[in-house]
């Protein structure tokens, strides 16, 4: 499985049937979506799906019913190649194992409603990956890597931490920093690096890195 990073909370992951894009939205660079098999949204905020992005592909779509009905209304012609997931649900997708885990967004202040989250778990190849969306929900197993959320107006650095220890995966690569400038990105590293017991390690890329 290959993991490449692009702006924000976009990720590809490259398992043994292709290319799975999560989360390719405005914060991200549009050319993540170029040659995806197939698409996974967490949730309908801008920064995690953007709807001209998803038209540079004609790949199918894996999202929440909350997600699929604000397309419906603002990119019908993108909605037509969406399928509704459900928490719980377990699917193959381009050759990958996903696992659909939770099902709502972490809390941004108690006088909002929630918005409903979900995030997946994939598997290929004997190596498995989360991405949790904009929640502190956990994966059901053991995972080889979290898509570790660093920043965000619903996330304090203790939160962000004390979710990678509970997970546990040997390696955290930072997702969802572009809320901080490259200073806080820089503090939040030090403080994973600090504070997660070995053996698990963080890790930041630039967008088209791989991890």
């Known amino acids: 499985m290959r993991i490449t990073k692009f702006g924000h909370a976009c990720v590809r992951v490259q398992g043994e049937g292709g290319v799975v894009v999560i989360d390719p939205g405005s914060f991200s660079e549009a050319e993540a979506v170029d040659g995806a098999?197939?698409?996974l949204l967490t949730h309908e905020h801008a920064d995690?799906?953007?709807?001209?992005?998803l038209r540079r592909s004609d790949a199918p779509i894996w999202t929440i019913a909350a997600v699929e009905r604000m397309l419906r209304e603002s990119a019908p012609d993108v909605a037509e190649r969406v399928t509704v997931v459900r928490p719980g649900d377990r699917l193959e997708v381009a050759g990958t194992s996903v696992e659909v885990v939770g099902e709502k967004h972490a809390v941004i202040h108690p006088d909002y409603d929630r918005f409903d989250n979900s995030g997946y778990?994939?598997?290929s190849g004997g190596s498995s990956v989360y991405h949790p969306g904009d929640s502190l929900t956990a994966p059901?197993?053991?995972?080889?890597?979290?898509?570790?959320p660093v920043s965000g107006p619903w996330l304090k650095i203790s939160e962000a931490i004390d979710f990678a220890r509970e997970v546990g995966a040997p390696t955290s690569l930072g997702i969802h920093e572009r809320v901080y400038s490259d200073v806080g990105v820089a503090m939040a590293a030090s403080h994973f690096r600090n504070l997660l017991p070995e053996p698990q390690a963080f890790e930041l890329r630039d967008a088209g890195q791989d991890l």
């Open 37 to 39: 098999d197939a698409v």
């Open 48 to 53: 995690h799906v953007h709807p001209d992005h």
């Open 121 to 123: 778990l994939l598997e």
């Open 140 to 148: 059901p197993r053991q995972v080889d890597v979290l898509l570790a």
